[in-house]
């Protein structure tokens, strides 16, 4: 029953796109924790546990140390209930310890598609993109550390496309899990307003547009004039960035005001910082002794409130002459990613009513541009 929903809201993508072996489910463990914000209320928090992934090593000549991961059905912790809050991270399988740029370890990407919703930016009935996150390890937090009653409403009949790509560039196979650590309330409690996620990419809301070429040192990478238009009212409660190393800094402006400006730090802790000479040739990181990572960057909070035709547009600084950019598995610098997630709180009864209206975006189509984009190619599973 289940996998003919699936099949049948994924139409042709089995026809179209091959299976990699390392697609498909996860196998995965749940472990109980302490809520952080509104107990009171009977919030829970869990740890989900993916794994344990086994990454080739980084000289294996196919895979370059490079493992990825898409499963159409991703275990979330709960359906029917209010996603206020998460933040994925890397340990080892052996010993539990985190697992970074110290270790020789990547977290490239984690990202989130709701295939049973449409996407908000791109008009071409996408499913909803969620989020990206990358070895900088964001913490998504709806609440505003309990300031805010606001969530991201996930209907038991959701499926949630995640995908996976960590990159191993240590001589040896590694085994680690990905703990994703997610907060929520069940059912849709008393006056949460509902959190939508828009997708803000100096590529164009539908991925489209040129970067510049690789191999530029000193660049603004900006979005398209156009920009985002609301189509409704709401409070943008929070913008989250997602940039690779390289960048100075982000911003968003609105009707080309700046609101928001993200700033990434670098090497703030040791596991964020790797050495000459620690991994193969294929992966030097660059000719200084030691390497500084992107290790957080900052987010907007209570930004804006948006009424309909409000204009949002992105700009996105790069200086590789300051900040090396990182190698990707194939040896070459990786490409320049630039977007924000916006987050976008409607008021409750009308959120409640669009979630409920959203119908299955076209997985096909999204897939398509992705590919052409030179990402994830022809590597998507049905469950
Ligand atoms: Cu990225």
């Keep these: ?90 340990v ?69 496309f995640m995908a996976i790509e960590v990159l191993n560039m240590n001589p040896a196979p590694r085994t680690v899990i990905l703990t994703i650590e997610f907060e929520y309330l069940p059912g849709t409690p008393a006056n949460f307003d509902i959190v939508f996620p828009v997708w803000l990419d100096v590529k164009g809301n539908c991925l489209a547009n040129p970067l510049p070429p690789k191999g530029t040192r000193v660049f603004t990478a900006r979005g398209p004039t156009t920009g985002w238009v609301a189509p409704w009212s709401g409070d943008l409660i929070l913008a989250v960035p997602h940039i690779h190393d390289g960048n100075t800094r982000q911003e968003i402006s609105l009707n080309d005001k700046i609101i928001c400006t993200s700033v990434p730090a670098y090497g703030e802790t040791s596991e964020f910082v790797s050495h000459k000479g620690d991994s193969h040739g294929g992966h030097d990181h660059g000719s200084s002794e030691h390497h500084y990572h992107v290790s957080s960057i900052s987010q907007c909070e209570n930004v804006a409130k948006i009424v309909p ?67 994830g190619a022809g590597t998507i599973v049905v469950p």
């Design 1 to 90: 029953m289940r996998f003919s929903r699936i099949a049948a809201a994924l139409g042709t993508i089995r026809a179209t796109l091959a299976q990699a072996p390392q697609d498909g489910p996860l196998p995965y463990k749940i472990e109980p924790l302490e809520p952080k914000y509104f107990k009171e209320l009977g919030s829970q928090r869990v740890k989900i546990s993916y794994g344990p992934i086994n990454l080739p090593s980084g000289n294996d000549e196919a895979s370059h140390g490079h493992f990825s991961n898409r499963n159409l059905n991703s275990k979330f912790p709960c359906g029917d209930c209010i996603i206020t809050g998460w933040t994925p991270t890397l």
């Design 92 to 160: 080892f399988a052996d010993d539990g310890k985190l697992a970074n740029a110290n270790n020789n370890i990547w977290l490239h990407h984690i990202g989130f598609t709701n295939l049973n919703r449409t996407d908000h930016a791109c008009e071409n009935n996408w499913p909803e993109r969620m989020n990206v996150n990358g070895n900088e390890r964001s913490t998504f937090d709806f609440t505003l550390k309990g300031t805010r009653k606001a969530g991201y409403l996930l209907r038991a009949t959701d499926h949630i």
């Design 309 to 375: 035709g409000n204009k949002l547009t992105i700009a996105s600084h790069y200086d590789m002459e300051k900040h090396a950019p990182m190698k990707d598995h194939g040896g070459e610098e990786e490409a320049v990613m630039a977007i924000q997630f916006l987050h976008v709180v409607r008021p409750r009864e009308e959120g409640i009513a669009a979630v409920m209206a959203s119908k299955p975006g076209n997985l096909t189509a999204f897939s398509e541009q992705v590919s052409k984009n030179g990402v």
